[in-house]
C-alpha cells in the first residue's frame, strides 16, 4: 500500500490538505470560507461599503410588509394624482395616490428576489455544463462549447426581448426562468476553464489511482477549486440581472401591475419627471446604489483572490 501524501500539498507544491489513500480532499483554493470573507472585508473600506450597503438593502426588502408603512396598492386620493413627500408619505406618492416609499420596498423585494434566483438558476446550469465539458473532453468538450458559444454570439438583450416578445405577458416565475436560462453561457465557460486546468494535478491523479469514479473525483476534488471564481462571477451576475430586470420592466416587459420593481417605477415617472421627479428619482437612486454596491463588492473579491492566488504557498 503507497503512503499518504504529505499534508503540505503534492509533490510539486500544489496547494491542497491530508491526502490519505483513498480519500483525497484538497482543501480549495480562494475565499469562499466565511472567515476569509470576514478578513477580507474589514481590511478592505471600499467592499466593507458596498457589502453594508447591499446587507441593509437586502434586509428591507425581506422586511418590506413589516417597513413599508402602507400597502402598496393603497389607493389614497386618486383626484389629487401625485403628491411630493411630506410628513404623511416620506417618497411621495404616484398618480394613483399610491405610497412610494411601500412601493419601492416591495419593489427591492422583487427586483432582488427575481436576480438572486435567476443567478441561481444560471450558476447551477453552467457549473454543471461546464464541469462535464471540462472533465470529460474530447467531442463531449467540443459539441456541449459549440452551444455555448452560440449562445454567447447572440446578444443576451436581444435574446430576452426576442422572448417576451413572443411569449407576451410574464409572470414572476417565468421572468426568473427566462432570466437564468439565457444567463449561463458564461459561467460554463468559467467552470470549464477552471475544471481543465485542475483535472491533471497530482491531488487529482491520486484520488483516480486510489480507484475513485470519474464522477466523485470531479464533484469531491476539482470541482470545489472552481467555487471562489464562481462566487465572484455570481456576485457581479446579480448586479447585472438587477439592470436587465429593470430594463424589461422599464418596457414594459416586466411583471404585471399592480407589482412593482424597481424598473416599473421609473417608467411610471417618465412622462412626468419635470412635475414629479421623486418618481423616477427614488426608484433610480436604490437601483443605482444597489448595482454599484454589487460591483464594487465582486470587482474587490476578484482582486483579493488574485493577490491571495498570487500569495498562495
Known sequence: MPPPIPANGMPNGTPGSLVAFGDATPAPLGLWAPGRLMTMLTRDPPAMVAAVTLAVIALAAVLAPWLAPFDPAQLFDVESGAQPPSAHHWLGTDPLSRDLLSRLLFGARLSLG???LAVAIATTLGTAW???AGYAGGWIDRVLMHVVNTGLAIPRILLLLGIVALWGGLSTGSLVLVLGLT?????????????RATRETDFAAAARATGATPSRVLVRHVLPHAVTPMLVAATLGVGQVVILEAGLAFLGYGVAPPAASWGSLIRDGRLVLGTAWWMSVFPGI????????INVLGDRLRAALGAHQLHAP
Open 114 to 116: 427575481i436576480s438572486v
Open 183 to 195: 444567463g449561463w453561457f458564461g459561467a460554463s465557460r468559467l467552470v470549464r476553464a477552471q475544471v
Open 130 to 132: 461546464g464541469a462535464i
Open 286 to 293: 436604490a437601483l443605482a446604489a444597489t448595482v454599484l454596491a
